[in-house]
Nanobody, 116 residues
Framework: QVQLVESGGGLVQPGGSLRLSCAAS????????MGWYRQVTGKERELVATITTGGVTNIADSVKGRFTISRDNAKKAVYLQMNGMKPEDTAVYYC??????????WGQGTQVTVSS
């Protein structure tokens, strides 16, 4: 059983910053990639950013230059530093883990709201 525990969501004003954290625990498994997706009610879940064990990143154009993804392989943790936030960044953010065996895991989601 794999568990993903997310933290760091909340309310922030436009232009502000938040840092999301996600830590994986549970059965022994080898992680290939960790990352973040987000979803607005009524819309499809979309990629925000991912990072592989080797440090290769994939970042959505909408957040490039504002969001930074990083990870700690030893802790099985991934972080998303969000700067220069905009109202359109408002969404539920989900941590995602892809294992080498192809299995995928999702966190419970954390609400991020950007509003004045």
């Amino acid at each position: 059983q794999v568990q993903l525990v997310e933290s760091g969501g909340g309310l922030v004003q436009p232009g502000g910053s938040l840092r999301l954290s996600c830590a994986a625990s549970g059965s022994s498994f080898a992680i290939y990639r960790m990352g973040w997706y987000r979803q607005v009610t009524g819309k499809e879940r979309e990629l925000v950013a991912t990072i592989t064990t080797g440090g290769v990143t994939n970042i959505a154009d909408s957040v490039k230059g504002r969001f930074t993804i990083s990870r700690d392989n030893a802790k099985k943790a991934v972080y998303l530093q969000m700067n220069g936030m905009k109202p359109e960044d408002t969404a539920v953010y989900y941590c995602n883990v892809l294992a080498y065996n192809g299995q995928q895991y999702w966190g419970q989601g954390t609400q991020v709201t950007v509003s004045s």
